[in-house]
């Protein structure tokens, strides 16, 4: 068995072995530092020592450590070494002050840490959020029972987005739903978030409004597409929208538990198909079990029923 030098206190390394040893593995290793020192251990039994010599070096090899693991995108490992260096500065009897380096160094983790997150939650085309989230965070707030009014999901699809690739290109066509997104998101209420459902179809849910908010704010989103100024991205172009929109009211303690989000989803689909068979660029929603167009739509087409209504 290899002979262990010990360097300092409480950290070990083995002696080199003279004979030559093929190289296996090319993979770092974590390398394993005590979270307690013993000169911490030593100082609670004599408290009038005083404070150990070798404490700043094991700080900065687990600064070090946590660098080193964080780029490698370890970054639960990188964090318990952090801790464990701030645990044996905040058990000395003078502590050291803390590195700027050290700060900075924190804050980067932290930042990465939070970057990742959001990252794994945004669609990297729009920005707007993915599928991933609008799954989780459906539950949670069907899931909340304080909310006022309720709970509105408006789903969005582009009126003819085929022919706007088909005849201008891809290009124009991301460019397209970038600037969507960014119409769609504008005058949502507290809460309320746009998410890609996919392909050209996007959700909006806005939490804590009545019916007759939901509707506006839809039919207000409708036509802000519809008024924008496309032939600024490419002469010809017009973009629209067609929107179903699903409400569910607030579920009081007497009620029943509210409705599983993918049947508030079906729902609005359901009359998404309904905006699109009725002449598109409108939305569709339900008002006393019958499918109604929003705005100007209202007044100048004949309504076509949902194909299925999920009550």
């Known amino acids: 068995m290899t002979a262990v030098a010990v360097l300092g206190r409480g950290v070990a390394k083995p002696e080199p072995d003279q004979r030559e040893t093929p190289w296996r593995d090319h993979r770092v290793s974590e390398p394993t530092i005590p979270l307690r020192h013993p000169a911490i251990t030593d100082r609670a039994e004599n408290p009038d020592a005083g404070p150990p010599a070798d404490a700043a070096n094991l700080v900065s090899l687990h600064e ?22 701030l645990d044996l500065m905040s058990e000395l009897s003078e502590p050291p002050q803390i590195p700027e380096q050290f700060r900075r160094e ?33 539950v949670d707030l069907v899931a909340e029972q304080g909310r006022a ?9 582009l009126d003819w987005f085929k022919q706007v690739n ?21 005058g949502l209420p507290e809460g309320g978030f746009c998410a890609r459902y996919g392909g050209e179809e996007f959700v909006l849910v806005l939490p804590g409004v009545d019916r007759l ?6 039919e207000a ?20 929208v067609s929107v179903g929109l699903a409400h569910e009211p607030a579920v009081r303690v007497a009620d029943d538990t509210p409705r599983a989000p993918e049947r508030q989803l079906r729902e609005a689909d359901a009359l998404l198909y309904t905006a699109k068979q009725s002449g598109r660029n409108a939305v569709a929603y339900l008002l006393d079990g019958k499918a109604h167009l929003a705005g100007a739509a209202a007044g100048r087409r004949a309504v076509t029923e949902p194909r299925t209504t999920a009550r």
Request: proline letters at 0%; a positive charge.
């Open 64 to 85: 070090s450590i946590a660098a080193l693991l964080a780029s490698r995108g370890q970054y639960r490992q990188a964090y318990q070494h952090l801790r464990s260096a």
């Open 149 to 157: 009014d309720g709970l509105a999901v408006a789903l969005v699809d």
């Open 221 to 240: 989103a409708r036509a802000r597409v519809e008024s924008y100024a496309w032939s600024s991205l490419v002469l010809g172009l017009r973009v629209t």
């Open 166 to 186: 088909d005849t201008f290109g891809h290009l124009v066509g991301d460019r397209v739903l970038q600037r969507v997104v960014e119409l769609l998101q504008q």
């Open 106 to 138: 924190v804050d980067r983790l932290r930042r990465e840490h939070a970057e990742a997150h959001e990252q794994s939650i945004r669609d990297s085309l729009t920005a707007s959020y993915n599928r991933r989230y609008l799954d989780q965070r459906l």
């Open 213 to 218: 908010t939901a509707v506006d704010l839809a």
